[in-house]
Every structure is written in structure tokens, then in C-alpha cells.
């Protein structure tokens, strides 16, 4: 397990999970393409960052009180400009427990889920399906075993029922299906790497198009085991 994202697990034991402005730093030491982002404390940091990022962005909550940040009101997308922003930064900076606000890319195209568990009997398995509020609504996943393999990925791809989605669905443009194999390959791998140190991992959505598969948001609970004793 490379240094960075040891260090990262270790600093989050007492939480027993772990803040998305980390949570991303680990996905991108894996390989694991995510977007721009950046995690600031001040409102000047945050306009600083949001014209570096380019606008729109989405600006959310980060907080250690705030692990569903959408049932708090935690998520605005779609920020548009710097008084858009300074309003967004406001709200934002008065929910409990506040640590900052994450800045992030705003990305856009076919949202998917990915996501990984520890199975107590089959240990490590990997989570591919229709992603957004789409996860719900349809419930269109397939699971396999990890580790993957590149044929795994294009089965799993084949047996969702909304596979047209990825394919152009009525004229619309294909997802580039090799940088999603990319994304879930290096997904698997870092799943077996944090296997004994993380009890599941959450990609939702995962924005893919034809030119990008990046995971737009994610959630990484640490296993039971790791957190300190009370």
C-alpha cells in the first residue's frame, strides 16, 4: 500500500471513515481519475480555487458530522459564478460541525455507481451499475469477485440492462468503454491493496464519456477493526 494512502487510513481511524477531500486524494494515488477539486476554509480560498477549477463547480460541504452531505443540504452543484459562490460558501460554512468546503470540477455524462464491499464469504467483490438517483429507481448493478480482469469489466458491462446507455443510446455519444475498463481495473486493484483496512467503497456517480470516467464523488468507510478501542 503506497505511503500516502496508509497515511491517510491511519488519520482516519477515529472517524471510521473517510472526508471526501481525502477519500479522492486516495482514489488519485491509485490511479483512480477524479476531478479537480480543492478543499479551503475561507471564502477567498474558495473563489481563488473555483477560477483556477473553472467555473461551473459544485461546492460541498466537508465536515466530520456530515457523512450523507446531500441529507443535510450539503451539496450545491452547479455554481456558476462568484456571487453564486459566495452565497453557496455561506450556507455551506454555517452546518454543523464545518471543516472546510470541498471545491470540485463540475463533469458531465453518463452517471454510473462503482462501488466494493468485504464479503464474509467471498471476501472482496466490486459493484458496477446505473449510478445517480438512477441507482434507486432502476436498481440495474452486477457484482463480481475481485480481483478484476479486463474480460471481467466488459461482461459486467454487458449485463446491465441499461448497457445501450454506455453505448449511445439513440444517437447519443458512446462512452469510451476502454477508459471505464481503465477505472474499474484500477479500482479493483486498490480494493485488494486496502482489503484488510476498509469495509466498503462507494463511486457515485461516476461521470463517463466519450473523452473521461472520472469519480465525481465517493465514500470510503474503514473497517470495524481499524477504529480504536472506546
Known amino acids: 500500500m503506497k505511503k500516502e494512502i496508509a497515511d491517510i487510513i491511519e488519520s482516519s481511524h477515529a472517524r471510521g471513515w473517510v472526508l471526501e477531500p481525502q477519500a479522492k486524494r486516495i482514489l488519485a494515488a491509485a490511479g483512480v481519475d477524479v476531478p479537480r477539486f480543492a478543499w479551503v476554509k475561507t471564502f477567498k480560498e474558495a473563489a481563488k480555487s473555483a477560477r483556477e477549477i473553472g467555473y461551473p463547480i459544485v461546492a460541498k460541504i466537508v465536515s466530520s458530522r456530515a457523512l450523507h452531505k446531500t441529507d443535510i443540504g450539503g451539496v450545491v452543484a452547479g455554481v456558476r459564478d462568484e456571487r ?9 460554512s454555517g452546518i454543523d460541525g464545518f471543516e472546510g468546503v470541498l471545491i470540485d470540477e463540475m463533469l458531465s455524462g453518463v452517471e454510473l455507481i462503482v462501488g466494493a464491499k468485504n464479503d ?9 451499475g446505473i449510478g445517480g438517483i438512477g441507482v434507486e429507481l ?19 458491462v454487458c449485463s446491465l440492462k441499461a448497457h445501450a446507455l454506455l453505448e449511445g443510446f439513440r444517437g447519443a455519444e458512446p462512452v469510451n468503454l476502454e477508459l471505464l475498463t481503465a477505472l474499474l481495473m484500477k479500482f479493483s486493484a486498490l480494493v485488494m491493496n486496502v482489503a484488510g483496512e476498509v469495509e466498503s467503497i462507494d463511486l457515485n456517480p461516476v461521470m463517463c464519456s466519450a473523452k473521461r470516467c472520472a469519480a465525481a464523488d465517493v465514500r470510503i468507510i474503514l473497517s470495524p477493526r481499524t477504529r480504536p478501542r472506546q
Do not use: N
Not at 432502476?138 to 459486467?156: C, F, G, H, Q
Open 120 to 128: 464474509e464469504q467471498f471476501g472482496p467483490v466490486i459493484l458496477l
Open 138 to 156: 432502476y436498481k440495474d448493478t452486477v457484482i463480481r469477485m475481485a480481483p478484476l480482469e479486463a474480460r471481467d469489466v466488459s461482461s459486467m
Open 84 to 92: 453564486e459562490l459566495e452565497g453557496a460558501f455561506e450556507r455551506l
